[in-house]
């Protein structure tokens, strides 16, 4: 009969130290680790654990501004940073010391890589199977396609092969492409309304486009004007916002290198007639849009299987909310007009994918388990795996 193994006071006393030693680390400077840190030192194994240690204890602390940095980024200087590069941003765009594309890229491009990063990111670190994490760096390669080609073709200035003008004078005009591209394309019509045109007014146009090989196409569209009053300390402020440029996706089919474009009238209310670009033909965003949803279902699936009660990975509200801004963003955006259907998308996404995200997730994390699922003390798996090397023993 094996006999009760006694306490060391040795490993006692060595167990205290390292519980105060990780108290005080964590402690350090007032902060405490992120979940992120703790879940990724947790899965360390107790080897590189020790390696890490070491070269730490080795290693002089930072000093100097590098070392301000390192104490203070991941408590508050990453988020007070971020301000004030939005604050310069909006100042710069009210003063109109940047442009309207400028602005649109790096807001459109800023949110989708902060809303996948901060979520894609955190979730990585919590899979411990390596294929695991090989299938979700692929899905998460896929979210960024799905979101970010619709949303970036429509703020990245696109190549224009060719343009015409359809004026009441001049019905018809023959468009020469450029580069000796015979298509697809896609066509701009844009137009701007006289400033006599009025409050709240609508212009509907109708042009045809026909190729080398006969074929044709007929686009039709509406450019308008709306009225916007907000009111202010001193009465209010009324501006006029026009929606003149829409664009079409020709069918495949129709190609050449001239084609004619002509149409029955033109409306006089347009200012400088109605102008027409040739652009080559991107990629169907529908497509872009089925791989989204895709993707939302994937991450249903993931929610359900990574974390626990008290470490959420959002993955079904992030990637909800990136679809919807995406989505509503292709649609109403233009080269012209990029910050406004920004914003737009913003509150779209954050209503219904934000909010509707957040009760799925919560539903599908009640139904699979995870909310009751205790989150794990790196510190104490030493211990376990301890005792039950000495029970095996016995």
């Known amino acids: 009969m094996a006999r009760p193994e006694k306490s060391d006071p040795s490993n006692n006393d060595s167990e205290s130290k390292t519980a105060s030693r990780t108290s005080d680390d964590g ?5 405490r680790p992120t979940r992120r840190q703790v879940a990724r030192d947790g899965t360390k194994p107790a080897a590189e654990k020790t390696a890490a240690r070491g070269s730490e204890s080795k290693e002089p602390p930072a000093t100097g501004l590098r070392g301000f940095i390192e104490q203070h980024w991941e408590g508050w200087l990453s988020q007070v940073l971020l301000m004030a590069i939005v604050g310069v941003g909006v100042l710069g765009y009210k003063l109109e010391w940047l442009r309207e594309g400028t602005i649109g890229l790096v807001l459109v491009g800023g949110l989708l890589a902060i809303a996948i990063y901060g979520t894609a990111g955190p979730t990585y670190d919590l899979i411990e199977k390596k294929t695991a994490r090989t299938l979700f760096a692929v899905l998460a390669i896929v979210w960024a396609a799905s979101v970010g080609y619709p949303a970036l073709r429509k703020a990245v200035p696109r190549k224009v092969l060719g343009e015409a003008v359809l004026t009441p004078g001049s019905l018809s005009t023959k468009i020469a492409v450029a580069e000796n591209s015979t298509g697809p394309f896609d066509v701009t019509a844009s137009g701007t309304l ?6 709240e007014k609508r212009v509907d ?4 486009i026909v ?3 006969g074929q044709e196409s007929e686009l039709s569209g509406e450019f308008s004007v709306s009225m916007h009053q907000a009111r202010v300390r001193r009465g209010s402020n009324v501006w006029s916002e ?10 495949s089919a129709l ?3 001239e084609l004619t474009v002509s149409t029955e009238q033109v409306d ?7 102008h027409i670009s040739l652009h080559p033909q991107s990629m169907d965003p529908q497509w872009f849009l089925v791989g989204g949803i895709l993707v939302v279902l994937a991450m249903l699936f993931v929610e359900a299987k990574v974390g626990d009660s008290k470490t959420k990975t959002h993955l079904i509200m992030a990637s909800a909310s990136t679809l919807v801004f995406s989505w509503w963003f292709q649609k109403n955006a233009t080269a012209s007009r990029l910050v ?19 009760l799925v997730g919560a539903v599908v994390r009640r139904i699979s388990g995870r909310d009751r699922i205790k989150p794990r003390n790196p510190e104490d798996e030493p211990a376990e795996k301890g005792e039950s090397k000495a029970g095996a023993e016995a």
Not at 242 to 251: A, D, F, G, I, S
Not at 268 to 274: D, H, K, N, P, T
């Open 194 to 199: 006289r400033p006599d045109a009025g409050q």
């Open 268 to 274: 006089e209310l347009l200012q400088s007639g109605l």
């Open 27 to 31: 402690d350090r400077d007032g902060y």
């Open 242 to 251: 026009q929606h003149n440029q829409v664009e079409h996706r020709l069918p």
């Open 205 to 208: 146009y109708l042009f045809k």
């Open 255 to 257: 190609r050449g290198r």
């Open 211 to 213: 190729g080398d090989g």
């Open 340 to 358: 406004s259907p920004a914003l737009d998308a913003i509150l779209l996404a954050a209503i219904t994918g934000g909010i509707g995200g957040t």
